[in-house]
């Protein structure tokens, strides 16, 4: 099994053509390979990620609307938690019982944030006594997730999900 990129909505090969092999943690037998991504890829992904960001709905999409998505983002992983969880065992050696638990946590936490954008309102402050400031809030653009090996599909959720 070959596992690639995701970039520009299409899977696509490491554009250097390399690989590595994913090992079991319980056997240390391999089972997947994947696709090795390098500096040119991570350009390709941020220009694709930007392209979606200034020319796609997102960012002009309303707070209810966006919230619709991520809960049914929600809904899509507890529909999958299971086999989400088989892979999390696989890919960390994590025991069954505790990935079933992130994948769950996972689906909680997109439903998390998907009410604190339609419950966090803009805001003003006053400054000194003739001024107010005001907070507005929106999607400003890309960013550049890392996600630990430990736990990664839950953990990444807490960095995607916002």
């Not at 507890?78 to 892979?87: G, K, P, Q, T, V």
């Not at 065992?89 to 992130?102: E, F, N, V, Y």
């Not at 009410?115 to 400003?140: C, F, H, W």
Request: some cysteine; hydrophobic content about 45%.
């Amino acid at each position: 099994m070959k596992l690639e990129h995701y970039i520009g909505g299409r899977h696509v090969p490491s554009q250097s053509g390399a690989t590595f092999t994913a090992l079991d943690p319980t056997t240390n037998e391999p089972y997947l390979e994947v696709a090795a991504g390098g500096a040119a890829d991570v350009d390709a992904a941020v220009a694709a990620a930007q392209k979606a960001f200034t020319d796609g709905p997102w960012s002009t999409m309303p707070a209810e609307q966006r919230a619709g998505t991520l809960r049914a983002i929600a809904a899509a992983i507890e529909s999958r938690d299971d086999e989400i969880a088989a892979l999390e065992c696989r890919d960390t050696g994590l025991p069954i019982t505790q990935a079933r638990g992130q994948a769950r946590r996972a689906a909680h936490n997109f439903r998390f944030f998907a009410d604190v954008i339609t419950t966090m309102g803009e805001d003003v402050y006053r400054v000194g006594s003739a001024q107010l400031n005001y907070v507005v809030r929106k999607p400003v653009g890309v960013a550049g997730l890392i996600t630990p090996w430990n736990t990664p599909f839950m953990l990444e959720t807490w960095k995607l999900a916002p």
